[in-house]
């Protein structure tokens, strides 16, 4: 039963292994030359406006963006298993994921219809 579980153990390590060389590569191999530009925020060129101590409000509609993506992205994951498994699971499998996917097509709809994906 071990043998199973190999290969997405050993995909953890690389995935994890991956990340932590990312976060520690630049720190590594990176010039460590400061200076005033370096250390300034980045607003494409533009010099920083001043920001009320604690940081401006954002407008909610990034934080429902963020949301969005994430919910999207949560319904890939749940239909890659699907895919891999679908002979396996038949009819039962087909009706679970066609409910599935018409809900999130609902939630979708729903999005759209009320403007949530209108960038202003």
């Keep these: 039963m071990g ?3 190999l290969p997405i ?12 060389g990312s976060v520690l590569a630049p720190v590594a191999i990176g010039p460590r030359r400061y200076n005033r530009a370096r250390l300034d925020s980045y607003e494409c060129g533009i010099d920083p406006t001043p920001q009320p101590i604690g940081g401006g409000r954002f407008p909610i509609k990034y ?4 949301m969005l993506f994430i919910v999207f992205d949560i319904e890939i994951v749940f239909l890659y298993p699907f895919a891999v498994a679908f002979d396996k699971l038949r009819l039962f ?7 599935f996917i018409l809900t999130v097509l609902v939630v979708y709809a729903y ?6 994906l209108e960038w202003d």
């Design 9 to 20: 153990l050993v995909i953890g390590i690389l995935g994890a292994l991956f990340a932590v």
């Design 63 to 66: 934080y429902l963006t963020a």
């Design 93 to 99: 499998g087909l009706i679970e994921m066609a409910l």
């Design 111 to 116: 999005v759209w219809r009320r403007g949530g």
């Design 3 to 5: 043998e199973i579980y």
